[in-house]
């Protein structure tokens, strides 16, 4: 079974106390931050050492995958922040099957970075702390508006991924792969929580996970 999903399960498990629950999230949240998931799906494209990318080049990609796995490592804790609180079993089981396909994000990130010699955000605990809390004040204003904030963070993250393929070099045939597949992903992620009656959020909040984004994609790109 994969990691994600079995994950998954454990925390909307039966009856565990608060403190339970405290250190199953802080023991979550470490294996997603430090790692090393296996997929329920392979790496997408062809394996590829850093070669042809010059070192300047190299670097540029690393960053962008760095930046990327540490956007999973974030999806991840949204989604188990959003199922501590949600109220309803659909709702968990749509938020379960999409932290399932997130970590297999976090696992190819992290296996191209491998491939390129360099390594995840040193700040990915910190990601993961926050968006733990983001998730589960989503998911305690109700499943509608949880689904809305799913909805929309694949929408933004979907941008996102487009503008990365622009940067990335156009010979880089592996990390476009991988982010192709993950845009594909995060655009049925978005699909299902709007079928699922997520709510548009008001103003100013997508502004505001746009910031916020930013703030991680920007220091997660060298940290
Ligand atoms: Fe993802
Ligand atoms: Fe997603």
């Not at 983001?134 to 499943?143: R, Y």
């Amino acid at each position: 079974m994969a990691a994600g999903l079995y994950n998954m399960r454990r925390m909307t498990g039966p009856r565990l106390s608060p403190l339970d629950r405290l250190l199953e999230l802080a023991d979550l949240g470490l294996r997603a931050s430090f790692g090393r998931p296996s997929a329920t799906r392979p790496t997408p494209g062809r394996p590829a050492a850093a070669g042809p990318l010059d070192e300047g080049r190299r670097r540029h990609v690393a960053g962008l995958m760095r930046v990327n796995h540490a956007g999973e490592v974030a999806a991840q804790g949204l989604y188990h922040g959003q199922a501590l609180t949600a109220r309803s079993d659909a709702v968990r089981a749509t938020l379960r099957h999409a932290a399932d396909e997130e970590g297999d994000h976090l696992a190819w990130c992290r296996d191209r970075l491998d491939e390129l010699g360099s390594h995840t955000s040193l700040l990915n605990p910190v990601w993961y702390a926050g968006s733990v809390a983001f998730g589960a004040v989503a998911g305690l204003l109700g499943d509608r508006v949880s689904l809305g904030f799913m909805a929309e963070t694949e929408r933004q993250v979907e941008g996102h991924l487009e503008r990365h393929l622009a940067r990335l070099p156009d010979d880089d045939q592996r990390s476009r792969a991988i982010i192709e597949q993950m845009k594909s992903d995060e655009v049925a992620h978005g699909r299902s929580a709007r079928e699922a009656g997520g709510d548009e959020l008001p103003a100013p909040v997508p502004q505001l996970m746009r910031l916020t984004a930013r703030i991680m994609t920007g220091t997660a790109y060298w940290l």
